[in-house]
T-cell receptor, first 111, second 115 residues
Framework: GEDVEQSLFLSVREGDSSVINCTYT??????LYWYKQEPGAGLQLLTY?????DMKQDQRLTVLLNKKDKHLSLRIADTQTGDSAIYFC???????????FGTGTRLKVLA | DGGITQSPKYLFRKEGQNVTLSCEQN?????MYWYRQDPGQGLRLIYY???????QKGDIAEGYSVSREKKESFPLTVTSAQKNPTAFYLC??????????????FGNGTRLTVT
């Protein structure tokens, strides 16, 4: 069945790069999303990629997709304390209404 | 500004009482969703609606009910049949899940505490 997995925690120093990883199981055409959640708030869309792409860059964010391994990563360059949050990976198969979310990775940025 | 409004932000109820969580959007989105979030478990789908007057059960619909009488509104009722109702509830919407990219847009959530 469909499943999205993420590691639970990541800790980095301010100014370093953060890499948050995600694996998914759907083998059909898929949209993959990254969301950020700050404490007590909803989810904010950061970026997305379609499964026919390998990479997408948006300012400090770089998304890499390895279709063979069904592995998705989000790299945050020059990580700041304001980047501390929970990051969710999600997938949606094309033509469906269902979005599958991972458990979220809690990123802690140390000053 | 367009967006999704969930109210109230915090809600307290006694066990055995039904409670309704509000979700309103002015994004002109067709599809709306309700998710439940518990620590360490990510988001679990309760109900979703692709269009007015139509909705489908998600993965954990037992003990919940919804209605979709207007495009802008998708209220969620947590009934007394829901065994563990204390959680953070998130409402989301999108232009149409089956079409192109259409990411979900989220409200700021309602934290429900039942004692």
């Amino acid at each position: 069945g469909e499943d999205v997995e993420q590691s639970l925690f990541l800790s980095v120093r301010e100014g370093d790069s953060s890499v948050i990883n995600c694996t998914y199981t759907d083998s059909s055409s898929t949209y993959l999303y990254w969301y950020k959640q700050e404490p007590g708030a909803g989810l904010q869309l950061l970026t997305y990629i379609f499964s026919n792409m390998d990479m997408k860059q948006d300012q400090r964010l770089t998304v890499l997709l390895n279709k063979k391994d069904k592995h998705l990563s989000l790299r945050i360059a020059d990580t700041q304390t304001g980047d501390s949050a929970i990051y969710f990976c999600a997938e949606r198969s094309r033509g469906t209404y269902k979005y599958i979310f991972g458990t979220g990775t809690r990123l802690k940025v140390l000053a | 500004d367009g967006g999704i409004t969930q109210s109230p932000k915090y809600l307290f109820r006694k066990e055995g009482q039904n409670v309704t969580l509000s979700c309103e959007q002015n994004l002109n989105h067709d599809a709306m969703y309700w998710y439940r979030q518990d620590p360490g478990q990510g988001l679990r789908l309760i109900y979703y609606s692709q269009i007015v007057n139509d909705f489908q059960k998600g993965d954990i619909a037992e003990g919940y009910s919804v209605s979709r009488e207007k495009k802008e509104s998708f209220p969620l009722t947590v009934t007394s049949a829901q065994k563990n109702p204390t959680a953070f509830y998130l409402c989301a919407s999108t232009t149409g899940g089956g079409v192109n990219n259409s990411p979900l847009h989220f409200g700021n959530g309602t934290r429900l505490t039942v004692t």
